[in-house]
């Protein structure tokens, strides 16, 4: 088995790459740049194939990510870099804030509901158009040997939930208006359907991330019942459209989700991007990993980054808990610079000598 150098940051010599993370754009890294065997793109659908790959993916190294505010226009665009708190509108009407603390928006409790009774939906929701702006990333920026992102924002019951003013009002409305709910999921996702088709026209997308919250971090917000009966089926059709043309589909959803395994499965998801805080991810990795791949935010590397031992230790934890047999990547929150290096590093180097194990080399 080989044993994979780790050079130490700001070694002279040491292959080095400057990125910047879609999650965090105004902070810079500066990374070991891997001697790849083969591109990312091929380890990446490896690892989504459930099939050994060369090692665990990384989405600082291996990917480029861009959201579908990006290229359309009159989506909303957050604003990510903010140090203040700001109060916008998104492209439906809906007022969002966003939370510095927090690092991302919530409905702005302040906001006005764009719609009281769900029943009246197709007299007030408005669709909006779906044009492309002027983006130059295919010209300046695009690299084919990385994996291709797109980062699809709102799901149907988010959306509902926007509209609706809160979950509270998202979950009633589902309770007592199934009908009205199921009419309205159904022309959103004919609507999501034509914005997806416009970004493949453009786009040589890989994966899209899918975004759809379904929990608290205590239980799922709606029954299996209700999964079945409203919000199972909306989700099946962006899943085969995205398939359909080639593509992997990883759905986001937030909250403690793990009933829900099954029916993600059975619509084909590919890969889905769930909490450890509020999963039993190792578990759910142990009875699902060969039949869906998985997205590893483990906040412990972030917690313990720095403790200089101990953080390469969960990094090496990462690998050993959820790397069998490939269908796992990683991504990392870690704004020092040196920790950056060398946990990046040490997920690069040791997943190498897991998988090279478990090919028996």
């Known amino acids: 088995m080989s044993v994979y150098p780790r050079p130490a940051f700001g070694q002279p010599g040491a292959k080095s790459v400057e ?34 790959p060369v090692w665990m993916p990384n989405l600082l190294l291996d990917f480029q990510l861009l959201h579908m505010s990006d290229v359309l226009e009159g989506l909303v665009i957050f604003p990510w870099e903010s140090k203040e708190e700001v109060v916008f509108k998104d492209e439906f009407g809906c007022q969002w804030k966003y939370i510095v603390s927090a690092g991302g928006a919530m409905m702005d409790p302040d906001g006005t509901a764009v719609l009281d009774d769900i029943t009246k939906w197709e007299k007030i929701v408005k669709f909006p158009e779906i044009k492309f702006n002027d983006s130059d990333f295919l010209e300046k ?5 990385k994996l291709f992102v797109m980062d699809v924002f ?3 019951t988010e959306r509902l939930i926007s509209l609706l003013g809160g979950y509270g009002e998202g979950m009633l409305a589902m309770a007592e208006e199934p009908e009205a709910c199921a009419d309205f999921f159904s022309a959103f996702v004919e609507w999501e359907k034509k914005q997806i088709d416009k970004l493949f026209e453009k786009y040589p997308i890989d994966m899209i991330n899918y975004h759809d919250d379904f929990g608290t971090e205590r239980d799922t917000f709606f029954s299996e019942k209700m999964m079945e009966e409203l919000v199972l089926e909306p989700t099946r059709q962006i899943v085969k459209q995205v398939k359909d043309k080639g593509a992997l589909f990883e759905l986001h959803s937030c909250g403690n989700i793990g009933r ?10 590919d890969i889905v991007q769930i909490q450890r805080r509020a999963n039993d991810l190792p578990a759910i990795k142990r009875q699902f990993g060969d039949k869906i791949g998985f997205c590893i935010t483990d906040d412990r590397i ?8 101990t953080r390469l230790e969960a990094a090496r934890e990462v690998v050993d808990l959820y790397g069998k047999n490939g269908g796992a990547y990683v991504r990392t929150f870690i704004s020092d610079p040196e920790v950056a290096w060398e946990v990046v590093n040490e997920l690069y180097c040791y997943s190498r000598e897991y998988y090279d194990r478990e090919r028996g080399e």
């Open 302 to 309: 972030s917690r313990l980054a720095h403790e200089t031992p």
């Open 260 to 269: 829900f395994m099954k029916y993600f499965i059975d619509i084909g998801v």
């Open 141 to 145: 920026s695009y690299d084919p040997d």
């Open 19 to 52: 990125l910047w993370s879609p999650y965090t754009p105004h902070i810079p890294y500066v990374l070991p740049q891997p001697d790849y065997p083969i591109t990312p793109v091929e380890n990446f659908k490896l690892a989504a194939a459930r099939k050994t």
């Open 154 to 156: 709102q799901g149907a």
